[in-house]
């Protein structure tokens, strides 16, 4: 199973450095250095992890072979795909891979049934659920606590509490359909949501040498979410 674990933004310095949008939850294992990740587009890869280091809160990767600006402006926007056993789980008991939850039958507490899941939609701030309906319309419904009480993989539902509103409007909704390869989806708590994850101040550098455990991620991050 393919996951995508980040997207290649803008060079960074002049020595092959890039900025990196995360999006796995597991980022020390996913990007560690050693790491062998496929490419999409193919034809940029596969790219080996170097180094890595934080800037001013943002992750830096420097990859084997691109060694100035140039190599690495030509990688912008490139998204990094691990291999994953598709029998592994996240770490995370409220962190689900989207291919865990994409056809799970969504279902009210009293056993109404609501639709069943076709895509995850990964926003900022939280992850969304478009849940086609028996009609054929579309709704969303955001992963988080208050809304999601429980995901059963062994019965292939999701129970929602929905809140007055939210699964009543049946108007349908647009969504982009990617056929990406997967990511993690996690659940949040209204907490997470309000902390959001605000750039620190100052520029600040910390080093990223996380060590690789020979797991798919160090030989290959998506880490799924989602």
């Known amino acids: 199973m393919q996951l995508v674990v980040a997207r290649i933004g803008r060079a960074h310095g002049i020595k092959g450095e890039v900025t990196v949008e995360v999006r796995t939850d597991e980022p020390e294992l996913r990007l560690a250095p050693g790491a062998v990740l496929a490419t999409d587009p193919a034809s940029a890869g596969p790219l080996t992890i170097a180094a890595g280091r934080v800037h001013s809160g943002r992750l830096l990767l420097r990859f084997d072979g691109v060694t100035d600006r140039t190599g690495a402006e030509a ?69 988080v606590e208050e809304i999601v009480a429980e995901i059963d993989l062994e019965e292939q539902k999701a129970v929602i509490t929905p809140p007055p509103g939210l699964i009543d409007d049946r108007a349908e909704i647009a969504s982009v359909r990617d056929a990406a390869p997967d990511r993690t989806t996690a659940r949040t708590s209204p907490s997470a949501e309000a902390d959001g994850n605000p750039e620190p101040d100052g520029t600040a550098e910390a080093e990223w040498n996380p060590e690789p455990d020979g797991t798919p991620g160090s030989a290959g991050n998506s880490g799924d979410a989602s």
């Open 75 to 143: 990688l912008r926007n490139t998204l990094l795909i691990a291999d994953v056993d598709p029998d592994e789980l996240p770490e995370d008991e409220d962190e689900f891979y989207d291919h865990q939850l994409i056809d799970l039958d969504v279902v009210t507490e009293d056993g109404t049934e609501v639709g069943r899941i076709t895509e995850i939609s990964h926003l900022p701030s939280q992850d969304l659920f478009i849940v086609e309906r028996p009609d054929g319309s579309e709704v969303m419904i955001p992963f």
